[in-house]
């Protein structure tokens, strides 16, 4: 599978832009802030839907224009697919797949699988939880629609069921018929989560422990570990709200539960964050995502596109070279590498042999040069 065409009109910092890319390496050079990330951050939409960024989709309209639209062709097994993505400010996002427009965006995800690594990927080792949660939750939601259909009908009702815990104890009483037909959808969903989410780990790590020793070299002694912690796995979470029900109207939200969970990354028995050195910790994000990638692929038995931004900023010398031969080696499919130092970058490519689409980005626009 891989991307063809793609069309961007009044996205970010992009009036008009039409490129048909390799389904090999393409490249975009060009200075900070010229629109190479945007047009990674376009592909990303046309793949999972929405912004890789924080930014909104409003946010993400050209400053002063009233919408954007992104187009893809993707060419799979000789088909070929055009995915729209637009939005209008103020209005619902539409996105669809030659001309039918999806009901429901969770429809989407997952068709097309993607993998980007990118510089604030450090976030999921400094911030709290919460991030961990979303990596592994937009891995598995890609992996697995069931997955997803539970994680959004959880986050609804969760929400529902927060909104009813303030109302109890505003007005100091409980309907506990009605607590219970939520509990009764929140249960369900819950474990669900929570099994996959333990299953997917032990078929996981594994992998990402060999992608992590091939980046940090045979002689590397730490030993890296991701473990999964979960209020569920003292109580069912039936059991669980239960026994907290009298805090939870006193905290006004549900205290417990698979929204509270955490995947811990370990260098040796320490925390990553606190004991890992930053070349440490890079190799363990391109391990996770590498991971990723692979298992992702095996789900999907299609090759996800792999977007790489700035990576090479993020890589010592000996690193890029070895994720340069796995690049060569034709272990990915498509990919997608931005560079503010196009010299480097040539360079490097040169050295291990990868033959690339060259594009030049200026000021929100983009150009194929070689
Ligand atoms: N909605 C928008 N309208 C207009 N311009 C925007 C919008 N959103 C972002 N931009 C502009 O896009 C530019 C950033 O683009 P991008 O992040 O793609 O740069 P980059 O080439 O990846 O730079 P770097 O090398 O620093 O990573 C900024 O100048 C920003 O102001
Ligand atoms: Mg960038």
Known sequence: MHLEKLTLYNFKNYE?????????????FGLNGSGKTNLLDAVYYLSLTKSASPASDTQNIRQDESQFFVKGAFIEKKNRTEIICSFVRGSKKVMSEDGNEYKKMA??????????????DI??????????????????SQMNHQYLENLITYTQILRQRNGLLRLFSERGMVDQDLLDSYDDRLVPAAKYIHETR???????HPLFEKWYRQLAGKDAREKVSITYRSDLEELSFAELLKKNLQ?????????SGIHRDDFMFSLNTGELKKFGSQGQQKSFLIGLKLAEFQVLAQ???KKPLLLLDDIFDKLDDVRIVKLMALVSDG???????????????REI???????????????????HIR
Not at 107 to 120: D, F, R
Not at 331 to 345: E, V, W
């Open 247 to 255: 805090r939870d109207i006193v905290l006004q939200r549900t205290s």
């Open 331 to 345: 272990n990915f499919g498509q990919i997608f590498i931005t560079d503010a130092r196009s010299a480097r970058s």
């Open 16 to 28: 008009d832009a039409s490129l048909e890319l390799s389904p090999e390496v393409n490249c975009f």
């Open 198 to 204: 333990k299953s997917f780990l032990k078929e996981y």
């Open 107 to 120: 429809e989407h995800i997952g068709k097309y699988p993607l993998v980007l690594i990118a510089p604030n």
């Open 123 to 140: 976030e999921l080792i400094w911030d709290g939880s919460e991030q961990r949660r979303k990596f592994f939750d937009g891995l598995l």
């Open 299 to 301: 789900a999907k038995k």
């Open 349 to 367: 490519l040169t050295e291990a042999g990868v033959k690339a689409k060259i594009f030049e980005v200026q000021n929100g626009s983009v150009k």
